[in-house]
């Protein structure tokens, strides 16, 4: 029998990252993976190929609706071949997953292939998709299973017409007309890709904005941003049976009213967010508690009650988030080598990557004044920069709260192009404990979208922008 200092279950981001870590600080490493491709639900069916739709749809896009204004002329019609870019963001997908499994093999990691379950809290049972089994002794154990897509009690997914992101990343058509049950960052990046390859898209949501966990001023601009872009929103819709009858798919929901409205489309994307996955784990074997959300449960350092084994990632509590992951996997692995990291989970940050892009870190002005803290803001259209102008994306503003008292910069949020990118730099100053004042006297490019930031900042401090 094999034995290890840790193994982990799982290779997604969480994963993969907690065992390059351990590798590097010395220990004997293995990581057990379900499926025969490396990094989970980000890499495979999650983040990765649906940034390359995204993509592909907005060259696309692009070219139909913005390339004349740029002095570009196509001759003869563009078209769409979408069995080409499903295929280019497979290829993409393929690459990725070989470059984890060129990190596990430079690092020394052992991998296995198999669902991996506990015998006890130090060993591991794999079934291996060849019919064999094997088991593995560890000293420590991370879980970092992930997560599945969620759906609603009375909906029953066909992966056909009624679908989830992951057959949403793989149709063989364009939908006519796509019903996206659910406002949320994965059901409004699916739903852009096919608005902008042709389809019509009417989104369903639950509560009574888009985006809903952000701040409510980004749910408000991309709201308006969308409708422009053709998309139907209807926010305060409660669904209540969705039903297939041949190639047309009925969702039947009740407004805030409570009158029932129908949706026909030959489409449905579920979009209700994921759920812990911890199907075949047999974590009781090893004593490990899960809650009644199904996660596992952890203490602050990411400790199961069975102290030599630990859980990271959508699995526990906090965000679905791949990056999340990947600080928690870090922390774990440096823990165990006697190390004393910490994550602030306020300093994570959240993006859609619709476009524009959605971008935040901190505190919202909701949880500001629910906490009763002072605050002022600073808000910097972009539109009045240059450099928006001169690409033609002018939606969207930086947002920046300060404490009314010190200027600590608490939350900042944007919604514009590239503002993805641009959110790190946010993240770095509320690391560092800056000022809105800090922010606002550091040079920025000119011309470049980060100005936003600057000009936010300059509102936020003392009002006093230089470009409004």
């Given at each position: 029998m094999?034995?290890?200092?840790?193994a982990?279950?799982?290779?997604g981001?969480g994963?993969?990252?907690?065992?390059?870590?351990c590798a590097?600080?010395?220990m004997?490493?293995?990581?057990?993976?379900k499926?025969s491709t490396?990094?989970?639900?980000?890499?495979?069916v999650?983040?990765?190929p649906?940034?390359?739709l995204?993509?592909?749809?907005?060259?696309?896009?692009?070219?139909?609706k913005?390339?004349e204004?740029?002095g570009?002329?196509?001759?003869?019609e563009?078209?769409?071949?979408?069995?080409?870019?499903?295929?280019?963001k497979?290829?993409?997908v393929?690459?990725?997953s070989?470059?984890?499994?060129?990190?596990?093999?430079?690092?020394?990691?052992d991998?296995y292939e198999?669902?991996?379950s506990?015998a006890?809290?130090?060993?591991?049972?794999i079934n291996?998709?060849?019919?064999?089994?094997?088991q593995?002794?560890?000293?420590n154990?991370?879980?970092?299973?992930g997560s599945?897509?969620s759906t609603?009690?009375?909906?029953e997914?066909?992966?056909?017409?009624?679908i989830?992101?992951?057959e949403?990343?793989?149709l063989?058509e364009i939908?006519?007309h796509?019903?996206v049950?659910?406002?949320?960052?994965i059901?409004?990046?699916?739903?852009?890709?096919?608005?902008?390859l042709?389809?019509e898209?009417?989104?369903?949501?639950?509560?009574?904005?888009?985006?809903?966990?952000?701040?409510?001023?980004?749910?408000?601009e991309?709201?308006?941003?969308?409708?422009?872009?053709g998309?139907?929103?209807?926010?305060?819709?409660k669904?209540k049976e969705?039903?297939?009858?041949?190639?047309?798919v009925i969702?039947?929901?009740?407004?805030?009213?409570?009158?029932?409205?129908?949706?026909e489309?030959?489409?449905?994307?579920?979009?209700?967010g994921r759920?812990p996955?911890?199907?075949?784990l047999?974590?009781?074997?090893?004593?490990?508690?899960?809650?009644?959300?199904?996660?596992?449960?952890?203490?602050?350092h990411l400790?199961?009650n069975?102290s030599?084994?630990y859980?990271?990632?959508?699995?526990?509590k906090?965000a679905m988030?791949a990056?999340?992951?990947?600080?928690?996997?870090?922390?774990?692995?440096?823990?165990?080598?006697?190390?004393?990291?910490?994550i602030?989970?306020?300093?994570?940050?959240?993006?859609?990557?619709?476009?524009?892009e959605?971008?935040?870190?901190?505190?919202?002005?909701?949880?500001?004044?629910?906490a009763?803290?002072?605050y002022?803001?600073?808000?910097?259209?972009?539109?009045?920069?240059g450099?928006?102008?001169?690409s033609?994306?002018i939606?969207?503003?930086v947002?920046?709260?300060a404490?009314a008292?010190?200027?600590?910069?608490?939350?900042?949020?944007?919604?514009?192009?590239r503002v993805a990118?641009?959110?790190?730099?946010?993240?770095?100053?509320?690391?560092f404990?800056?000022?809105?004042?800090d922010?606002?006297?550091m040079?920025?490019?000119?011309?470049?979208?980060?100005?936003?930031v600057?000009?936010?900042?300059l509102m936020?401090?003392?009002?006093?922008?230089?470009h409004?």
């Amino acid at each position: 029998m094999n034995q290890y200092d840790v193994a982990i279950i799982g290779s997604g981001p969480g994963g993969y990252v907690a065992a390059i870590r351990c590798a590097q600080l010395g220990m004997k490493t293995a990581i057990i993976e379900k499926y025969s491709t490396l990094g989970g639900t980000c890499l495979n069916v999650g983040c990765i190929p649906s940034k390359a739709l995204l993509d592909s749809s907005h060259h696309y896009h692009d070219a139909v609706k913005h390339f004349e204004e740029h002095g570009i002329e196509i001759p003869g019609e563009v078209k769409v071949n979408l069995e080409k870019m499903i295929a280019r963001k497979q290829s993409v997908v393929e690459q990725t997953s070989s470059g984890v499994k060129f990190l596990m093999d430079k690092n020394k990691i052992d991998v296995y292939e198999g669902l991996g379950s506990f015998a006890d809290a130090t060993h591991i049972d794999i079934n291996k998709n060849d019919g064999s089994t094997e088991q593995i002794e560890a000293k420590n154990i991370i879980i970092a299973t992930g997560s599945k897509p969620s759906t609603l009690p009375f909906i029953e997914i066909d992966k056909e017409r009624i679908i989830t992101s992951t057959e949403a990343l793989k149709l063989k058509e364009i939908p006519k007309h796509l019903v996206v049950i659910g406002g949320g960052v994965i059901g409004l990046e699916l739903g852009q890709v096919y608005r902008r390859l042709g389809s019509e898209v009417t989104v369903v949501e639950f509560m009574d904005r888009i985006i809903p966990t952000m701040d409510a001023d980004l749910s408000k601009e991309l709201n308006k941003v969308l409708k422009k872009q053709g998309f139907k929103i209807n926010a305060s819709h409660k669904v209540k049976e969705v039903t297939r009858d041949g190639d047309k798919v009925i969702v039947k929901a009740d407004d805030k009213k409570g009158k029932e409205v129908v949706f026909e489309a030959d489409y449905c994307l579920v979009s209700v967010g994921r759920r812990p996955y911890t199907d075949g784990l047999k974590a009781d074997k090893a004593g490990v508690k899960l809650n009644e959300r199904g996660q596992v449960e952890v203490n602050d350092h990411l400790q199961t009650n069975v102290s030599n084994i630990y859980a990271i990632g959508d699995v526990v509590k906090g965000a679905m988030l791949a990056h999340k992951a990947e600080e928690e996997g870090v922390m774990v692995a440096e823990i165990l080598a006697g190390q004393k990291p910490h994550i602030d989970y306020n300093l994570i940050p959240g993006v859609v990557y619709t476009w524009p892009e959605v971008a935040a870190v901190g505190k919202t002005e909701a949880e500001l004044k629910e906490a009763g803290v002072k605050y002022k803001a600073g808000k910097f259209p972009m539109r009045a920069l240059g450099r928006a102008r001169a690409s033609m994306d002018i939606d969207g503003f930086v947002k920046i709260l300060a404490d009314a008292e010190t200027d600590e910069v608490l939350g900042v949020h944007m919604v514009g192009a590239r503002v993805a990118d641009l959110i790190a730099e946010a993240v770095t100053a509320m690391e560092f404990r800056a000022s809105a004042e800090d922010i606002s006297r550091m040079s920025h490019a000119h011309p470049t979208y980060a100005e936003a930031v600057k000009e936010a900042a300059l509102m936020a401090t003392d009002n006093r922008p230089l470009h409004v």
